[in-house]
């Protein structure tokens, strides 16, 4: 409990604003925010999804028209191949509902990269993706799923009404296909997000909780459970704010800040590629249209390893979201 | 102006005001006895909710069931705790009836 407490007023334009600067805060440690290599380029393939998860920072839903073309997953294929970048990490939306998904995976496999798919489970479910499973494991993608808690009600509460139990079921099927079974090679990593304003528990112990309940309540098997701290962005926010949170949760996230997370975060070692080929330093930056440095190339097209290895990074209010407690990236959290 | 104020909660340390020396030490000790050690982080803090429950404290209240929801306690765990600690609060007034009936006891021929 601190006896210095911020000041925490909303901002313009669904931002955040506090007093608190974040660069300021890094420079009052000392720290000085740059990237030091590119091993993922995280691909938004667009906002289009089957759901209409209340904590969504990508506003995605089944309404939403903006996804990558085909020329655009070209240009990615073009950079992975020409860059040999390690990782690709396919978000959305539901990337699986994108005309080139399936194009995206085989090339940049292909071109000897891993694949990551941010794949939400129901989508298995959607007309023409009965062969997903199938061709998740014929690609070796490794797969990370949401899944914010191993009871229905909490669950249902952020990702919608019946989630919870379309879930299981293809949970079940994924690990009948050898995901998430110890030596089959398959990945299967869950993703945890608090359902509500407040801070992810220690992922060990949650893991180790979720590991405990899925195998004796449902027999669901999976490899690593992620958490993920809930960004003040788009539809979170509109909820922080809906539930008279805002402040409370901001002034939270500061007074956590932790910075011992800073040298693990995925802006350090990740670049973000968005649905029209535009350049950030994460996703969050991206749902707030804050892209790379302007000295740097701003396409994926133009992307250069060399240059954006040791860019200096773009930061807003919401990357208190990163640094606070154990800190929060795509892969969990930062320090132990 | 309403007895109990949200924002009180954050203004905890104005408390500090006149003796600030007796309100450091009492936050080093209170600080102290939330660190993880023979109990988990996750214990304590459900020992914070069933004491705030039988204090009836809506601050502790609400400070320590966003400490449980940050530890990983779902609301069946944390019912139970509430469960423990009223039960335990209505316990300690019925056994007290006994010393009714000592006194009716000790009255009556």
């Known amino acids: 409990m601190s006896t210095v407490l911020p000041v925490i007023q909303p901002g313009p334009n669904g931002q955040l604003r506090t007093d608190v600067d974040f660069d300021e805060t890094l420079r009052a440690h000392g720290i000085k925010l740059r990237a030091a290599t590119v091993d993922i380029l995280q691909v938004n393939v667009g906002k289009l999804c089957n759901q209409a998860c209340k904590h969504c920072h990508v506003d995605a839903s089944p309404s939403r028209t903006e996804i990558m073309t085909r020329e655009t997953a070209d240009a990615v294929i073009d950079a992975v191949r020409r860059c040999r970048i390690p990782i690709v990490d396919i978000t959305g939306g539901a990337p699986e509902l994108n005309p080139s998904f399936r194009h995206l995976v085989q090339e940049t496999r292909a071109a000897g990269a891993r694949v990551i798919v941010r794949h939400n489970l129901t989508v298995m479910f959607e007309a023409g993706q009965e062969d997903l499973l199938e061709f998740f494991r014929d690609h070796a993608v490794e797969i990370a799923s949401s899944l914010p808690y191993f009871l229905e009600e909490r669950t249902d509460a952020q990702r919608g009404h019946g989630v919870f139990q379309k879930s299981l079921i293809a949970l079940r099927r994924l690990n009948a296909a050898g995901y998430g079974k110890t030596g089959s090679g398959l990945t299967l990593d869950l993703v945890y997000n608090p359902v509500g304003a407040f801070l992810p528990p220690p992922q060990a112990s949650i893991e180790a909780d979720f590991k405990r309940e899925l195998m004796s309540r449902h027999g669901i098997m999976f490899n690593h459970l992620y958490t993920i701290t809930n960004m003040p962005i788009k539809r979170f926010l509109d909820y922080l704010r809906r539930s008279g949170n805002e402040e409370r949760y901001m002034r939270k996230l500061v007074e956590a800040f932790n910075p011992a997370t800073v040298d693990g975060l995925m802006c350090r070692n990740l670049v973000s590629v968005d649905w029209t080929g535009r350049l950030y330093d994460c996703d969050f930056n991206q749902m707030l249209e804050l892209g790379v440095a302007p000295e740097l190339p701003q396409t994926i097209a133009e992307f250069d390893p060399e240059l954006f290895a040791r860019r200096r990074i773009m930061t807003g209010s919401h990357c208190f979201g990163c640094t606070a407690g154990a800190g929060s990236s795509c892969g969990g959290a930062v320090v132990a | ?109």
Not at chain 2, 2 to 11: H, K, M, P, S, V
Not at chain 2, 58 to 65: G, K, L, T, V
Not at chain 2, 75 to 88: D, G, K, N, V, Y
Request: net charge negative.
């Open chain 2, 1 to 109: 102006m309403a007895y109990y104020e949200e924002d009180d909660l954050q203004r905890f340390s104005d408390i500090a005001k006149h003796r600030p020396d007796l309100f450091e030490k009492f936050m080093a000790w209170y600080q102290a006895c939330q660190e993880e050690g023979a109990l988990s982080r996750r214990e304590k803090a459900l020992i914070g909710l069933a004491v705030a429950h039988a204090l009836q404290c809506p601050y502790c209240i609400d400070a320590f069931s966003q400490s449980c929801l940050e530890a990983g306690s779902n609301m069946e765990q944390m019912t139970e705790a509430i469960h423990m600690a009223s039960a335990i609060r209505g316990g300690a007034a019925l056994i007290h009836g006994l010393q009714a009936h000592h006194s009716v006891e000790k009255l009556s021929m």
